[in-house]
């Protein structure tokens, strides 16, 4: 009798243990042909793409996945704040662009640009588009940046085409959950 017990309570506490989510960040308009050119797996993950013929070191565009188990509850605006502090301390012409935030796909989720005339370390410019995704296991930081010649007021010369492709992949990736009817993966 004890032991039908035993396993009528574990019944019961699993059917009321909620169940597991399976977050996954899809990228459905991730650019093709691009590489992995760094990756540093463990707690904190970032892996590093660039196109084909350009590798981490001569990289001109890049996109840069970093997933932060331990950041899961730090608001987003925090974020775009310390990245904001760190390219003020490392630029010569800071841009920012204004904090947008909102929900996507039922995830809190924000998007920020920063510009860089002219990085000191490096001498190049660069320009930064971030999304930023608030998952209930992770953080995630999906940045797509190009390095270009130092510029001035007149800017990158990125094209709209550019801009567009950017935007469409940023607005395209999402934070989805496997096990779940409401925050569904889209079609890959």
Known sequence: MGKHIALLILSLFCAAAPAQAEEKLAMPKFPGGWIEAFAKRGGQEIV??????????????KITLEVYPELKNLPLDTL???????????????????????????????????????????????????????GAERL??????????????????????????VMAFLTSSVLCDT??????CPPE
């Not at 797509?144 to 801009?163: D, F, I, M, N, S």
């Not at 096990?179 to 569904?184: D, F, G, L, W, Y």
């Open 48 to 61: 590093e793409y660039v196109p084909p013929g350009q590798t981490a070191q001569t990289w001109q565009r």
């Open 80 to 134: 775009q704040r310390r990245a904001a502090a760190q390219n003020r301390d490392a630029c010569t012409g800071v841009r920012e662009g204004a904090f947008q935030s909102g929900v996507n796909n039922g995830y809190a989720s924000a998007f920020w640009t920063l510009g860089c005339e002219r990085d000191r370390a490096s001498g190049f410019g660069e320009t930064r588009y971030t999304k930023a995704i608030q």
């Open 140 to 165: 995630y930081l999906l940045t797509y940046v190009w390095r270009t010649q130092a510029y001035g007021k007149a800017g990158p010369g990125l094209t709209p085409h550019e801009v567009d492709e």
């Open 179 to 184: 096990s779940s009817a409401e925050r569904r």
